[in-house]
């Protein structure tokens, strides 16, 4: 079982581009959760999906958009990136239920 | 969701017991108490969770106090890769909202030789 994966890895963009980042878990969990961390912070929700077909607003959602193509997909896209938006973003599945949330390795984000 | 406080950094000697506090003054009878870890630049890992009784397993004990406002994660033998940080959530078990867990600004543990 690979978990949860995210691609790319690394990205740099330009103010004004999009891009989405793509996360993929293969454990059947129901729940995903786009977060992101700036340095020296804790993690922070965009969006989560508690079940497919289904998204919700995180804490800071202003700017993104979320896509939940399948039960094992979560992706989320960034329209026009801004500086602000420089971070790293991490993938989680989970089932609720049970509480434990596993993490993908992240996607270290930078816009110029 | 109830909030949680935690020191922002605290130091531990290799092998010996870290302790790392969480208030959670305002807790719920139905919320449960979950600890994660993050080492440098990777995602945040699972530790342990509880409700009333204190908890164990093969990576650290749960200690919860009797009126549930504040709990303690145990360590018993810190090493160095348990240099993390570490982070205390509180939210109900279950459906409700999709799990999502709220991030605090968790507890900076340096493990020193």
């Known amino acids: 079982n690979a978990g949860v994966t995210q691609t790319p890895k690394f990205q740099v963009l330009k103010t004004g581009q999009s891009m989405t980042l793509q996360c993929a878990q293969d454990?059947?969990?129901?729940?995903m959760y786009w977060y992101r961390q700036d340095p020296g912070m804790g993690l922070r929700l965009i969006y989560y999906?508690?079940?497919?077909?289904?998204?919700d607003k995180g804490e800071v959602p202003n700017g993104y958009n979320v896509s939940r193509l399948n039960k094992r997909e979560f992706s989320l896209r960034l329209e026009s990136a801004a500086p602000s938006q420089t971070s790293v973003y991490f993938c989680?599945?989970?089932?609720?239920?049970?509480?434990?949330?596993?993490f993908g390795p992240g996607t270290r984000l930078t816009v110029l | 969701d109830a909030k949680t406080t935690q020191p922002p950094s605290m130091d531990c000697a290799e092998g010996r017991a870290a302790n790392l506090p969480c208030n959670h003054s305002?807790?719920?009878?139905?919320?449960?108490v979950y600890w994660y870890r993050q080492i440098h630049s990777q995602g945040p890992q699972y530790i342990i969770h509880g409700l009333k009784n204190n908890e164990t397993n093969e990576m650290a004990s749960l200690i919860i106090t009797e009126d549930r406002k504040s709990s303690t994660l145990i360590l018993p033998h810190a090493t160095l890769r348990d240099t993390a940080v570490y982070y205390c959530?509180?939210?109900?078990?279950?459906?409700?909202?999709?799990?999502?867990?709220?991030f605090g600004q968790g507890t900076e543990l340096s493990v020193k030789p």
């Open positions: 305002t807790i719920s009878g139905n919320e449960y």
């Open positions: 454990m059947n969990h129901n729940s």
């Open positions: 999906s508690a079940s497919e077909g289904t998204t």
């Open positions: 989680a599945s989970s089932e609720p239920t049970l509480g434990e949330q596993f």
């Open positions: 959530i509180v939210r109900p078990r279950g459906y409700n909202q999709g799990g999502k867990l709220i």
